[in-house]
């Protein structure tokens, strides 16, 4: 059975002070190379971002989704914009699919919509300063990504030249909330997360220990993305399938409906 890859890219992540070499670039990324080519998948370990910041995000994102309706449509996202909350139902991915059991808040930048210090105190502080590791990480990640498909270094880097800002190619960090859910829901019209590839080049996506997220090999089987601590979860997007002509494919994926409150957070690169 096909399993998701496991690469330690210690020797590329944010523990490395300098700029790592060129060989450790090339190391990992034939490891990515293989991951990606066989499932569109990977699990980074040893990549840097420090488990306090892991706890941070979660708790201030629980925080923040525990609170009344009311209080959390007063950052509903605005039309055209990727940043702010999303009540459920309010984005369906599946087709035939009526009700996705799912809250969602999105941050594209600094100037985004935040909750005030009295909802949600060190909101933006706890956001901004995780978005500021997950950029750091991304940029290597970057280069990885183009020496996995012999491409100059620089080549991702230049498409994403503003990673966490509302321009062409930018980057949104997205928490998500699925509530619990009763025995009683039916998985025909109602889901957690519909059956659905992401739209980007990649995400990284950091889980909490409840699991339930499912992606499916070339073959068509579903199989688990365990949540593994400390780890970050990387899939490969609809337009890196395109920039790497067909090479890497966008892997579709979905979440179970499971009885426990679940919580994540995602970078869309």
Known sequence: MISIPVVDIEAVGLKQSGQPSNEAFRKVASEIHQAFS?????????H????????????????????PLEVKEKYKRLPNHYDGYLSPDKEILQTGIQKEIKETYGIGSSECIFPSEQDVPGFKETCLDFIDSCVN??????????????LAE???LKRHQEITKYKENASTLRM?????????????TAVR??????????????????GGLEVKTKSGEWIPATPLEGAILVNVGDLLEIWSEGVYSATVLNRLSVLCPQLLSKLDL
């Open 48 to 67: 840097g971002i420090s488990q306090e910041q892991f706890s941070a995000i979660f708790q201030k994102s629980r925080e923040f989704f525990l609170l």
């Open 193 to 210: 997360c519909g059956e659905h590839s992401d739209f980007g080049t990649v995400t990284f996506l950091f889980q909490d220990n409840v």
């Open 38 to 46: 066989q499932i569109g998948f990977v699990y980074l370990v040893n």
């Open 154 to 156: 620089d080549f991702f």
């Open 176 to 188: 998500v909330y699925y509530p619990p859910v009763t025995s009683v829901t039916d998985p025909t």
């Open 137 to 150: 990480l991304c940029r290597r990640f970057l280069v990885v990504l183009a020496l996995s498909l012999d």
